[in-house]
């Protein structure tokens, strides 16, 4: 039951998905949005352009029709006469082509914005396999698509049966009309009739449009799985940014380890903390962590510096303010320079005193002089 529940896609699609999905050409469409668009443009601009292309054309047809016997046989005038008639033709007619080839362009990306891609024009076994074939036209998508099919012959037919009605005394009495404004009333009545069967399709593109995108969104949805293993991929594996993080912190603890033995004295805390301080009498630079660690990282610190004569310094309150404060190969924060002052001067007493140069040191003050906000 649980692998079922897991296999569900029940999860919204990630930003990956849906980047990789249009990569691929797999985007919402609607081919009833993009005909709806180029079908009104089309009847707008012929409701507009119709006088003039109708005009044109009786023009250019008035003229053939009254060509003499001479100007027939005449093959320079018939071109002028050809030029003549493309040239009062082809501006209404090319403002017509360019309006419904622009609606044409924009009822394609409309929905789901503008996408080239070669991936979706590459040939696939699965667009010639028959058992897909016959799976779209007897699966939701065909019944989806034969619904569509006849709800469009429902409505554009009913629309144009109620223009059929509104034109019909128009239309009878056309023959007592004088020619050849009996024609443009004719045409007048065909760019309506057109514009609104074409509008007809605005109820069908309404339900359409949603219906593709939520059929879009639902055919990109995710399992649970996929989704832990795409973020998996996206952030590396748990497992394996784990070792390299364990990896990382082992060779910075050797590099650390290394230079232990050039610290001047080691402070802790002894139970938990060390930290190995370093100063540089001739530079210009303030006392240095060279090494910290804590528990058994701590405990190696000591050892080693055991091992190189490095003197080791209890001071459980500076020892955590250092270690909270500073990483290795940084400077100690000035507002602890008191402090480490007095250590290190007690460090070089006692080296002193035991290379026999010195007096013995008097013990260290347990209270040094350590700021509030350092105090852990």
């Known amino acids: 039951m649980a692998d079922n529940d897991s296999a569900e896609k029940t999860e919204e699609p990630t930003s990956k998905k849906k980047q990789d999905a249009r990569n691929k050409g797999q985007l919402a469409r609607s081919r009833e949005l993009s005909t709806a668009l180029v079908l009104i443009a089309s009847a707008v601009s012929f409701l507009l352009m119709g006088s003039y292309i109708a005009s044109a054309v009786f023009s250019v047809m008035q003229r053939t029709f009254t060509l003499s016997r001479d100007e027939t046989f005449d093959t320079n005038h018939m071109f002028q006469a050809w030029g003549a008639a493309f040239e009062q033709i082809s501006t209404p007619v090319l403002f017509y082509m360019v309006i419904a080839m622009v609606a044409g362009i924009y009822g394609s990306i409309a929905m789901g914005g503008f996408n080239f891609t070669w991936q979706s024009a590459a040939p696939k076994a699965s667009k010639i396999n028959p058992l897909n074939g016959f799976k779209?036209?007897?699966?939701?998508?065909?019944?989806?698509?034969?619904?569509?099919?006849?709800?469009?012959f429902f409505v554009i037919g009913g629309t144009a049966y109620l223009a059929l009605n509104i034109?019909?005394?128009?239309?009878?009495?056309?023959?007592?009309?004088?020619?050849?404004?009996?024609?443009?009333?004719?045409?007048?009545?065909?760019?309506?009739?057109?514009?609104?069967?074409?509008?007809?399709?605005?109820?069908?593109?309404?339900?359409?449009?949603?219906?593709?995108?939520?059929?879009?969104?639902?055919?990109?949805?995710?399992?649970?799985?996929?989704?832990?293993?795409?973020?998996?991929?996206?952030?590396?594996?748990?497992?394996?940014?784990?070792?390299?993080?364990?990896?990382?912190?082992?060779?910075?603890?050797?590099?650390?380890?290394?230079?232990?033995?050039?610290?001047?004295?080691?402070?802790?805390?002894?139970?938990?903390?060390?930290?190995?301080?370093?100063?540089?009498?001739?530079?210009?630079?303030?006392?240095?962590?060279?090494?910290?660690?804590?528990?058994?990282?701590?405990?190696?610190?000591?050892?080693?510096?055991?091992?190189?004569?490095?003197?080791?310094?209890?001071?459980?309150?500076?020892?955590?303010?250092?270690?909270?404060?500073?990483?290795?190969?940084?400077?100690?924060?000035?507002?602890?320079?008191?402090?480490?002052?007095?250590?290190?001067?007690?460090?070089y007493k006692l080296k002193a005193y035991r290379s026999g140069k010195g007096k013995r040191p008097k013990p260290l003050k347990r209270d040094l002089p350590i700021p509030p906000e350092y105090r852990r």
């Open 167 to 347: 034109f019909m005394d128009e239309a009878l009495h056309l023959d007592q009309e004088l020619y050849p404004l009996s024609l443009f009333h004719a045409l007048d009545m065909i760019e309506w009739a057109f514009l609104m069967m074409c509008c007809a399709m605005i109820p069908i593109v309404l339900i359409d449009v949603p219906y593709q995108s939520y059929k879009h969104n639902k055919e990109m949805k995710m399992t649970k799985q996929e989704v832990k293993d795409e973020r998996k991929n996206a952030e590396g594996d748990p497992q394996v940014k784990g070792r390299i993080r364990r990896l990382q912190y082992q060779a910075a603890a050797n590099r650390m380890m290394q230079e232990v033995p050039k610290a001047d004295v080691v402070v802790t805390n002894p139970t938990h903390f060390s930290v190995a301080l370093k100063y540089d009498e001739d530079g210009q630079r303030a006392p240095v962590v060279v090494a910290k660690g804590a528990d058994e990282l701590a405990m190696h610190i000591r050892k080693i510096a055991t091992a190189h004569d490095v003197p080791l310094i209890p001071s459980p309150m500076l020892t955590r303010a250092i270690f909270y404060s500073t990483e290795p190969d940084q400077e100690i924060p000035h507002k602890l320079f008191m402090a480490v002052a007095q250590v290190l001067a007690y460090v």
């Open 136 to 152: 779209r036209m007897f699966g939701i998508e065909g019944i989806v698509e034969l619904l569509k099919a006849i709800a469009k």
